[in-house]
Nanobody, 121 residues
Framework: QVQLVESGGGLVQPGGSLRLSCAASGSIFSINSMGWYRQAPGNQREVVAVIATGGSPIYADSVKGRFTISRDNAKNTLYLQMNNLKPEDTAVYYC???????????????WGQGTQVTVSS
């Protein structure tokens, strides 16, 4: 079993910053990729940023230059530094990982429970 635990969401004023964290734990043999997605009310879930193991980060156009995704491979932890936040960034942010189980060898994707980010004055 694999668990993703997210933290760091909250309420921030426009122009402010937040840092999200996502810690993966459990039966992990290897991680192929980790990423952040978000879903605003009435909208579909969309990709924010993804980073594959050994690869370069990929960002949605709407967050380029403002958000930075990073990983601590030793800790199986993913981060999202969000700067210059805008009201349109308001959403529930979800962590996702595609990994291979140490128990079964199966390649599967997992989702965190989500953390609310609200940008408002």
């Amino acid at each position: 079993q694999v668990q993703l635990v997210e933290s760091g969401g909250g309420l921030v004023q426009p122009g402010g910053s937040l840092r999200l964290s996502c810690a993966a734990s459990g039966s992990i043999f290897s991680i192929n990729s980790m990423g952040w997605y978000r879903q605003a009310p009435g909208n579909q879930r969309e990709v924010v940023a993804v980073i594959a193991t050994g690869g370069s980060p990929i960002y949605a156009d709407s967050v380029k230059g403002r958000f930075t995704i990073s990983r601590d491979n030793a800790k199986n932890t993913l981060y999202l530094q969000m700067n210059n936040l805008k009201p349109e960034d308001t959403a529930v942010y979800y962590c996702n990982t595609i990994l291979r189980s140490a128990r079964s060898g199966a390649l599967s994707d997992y989702w965190g429970q989500g953390t609310q980010v609200t940008v408002s004055s």
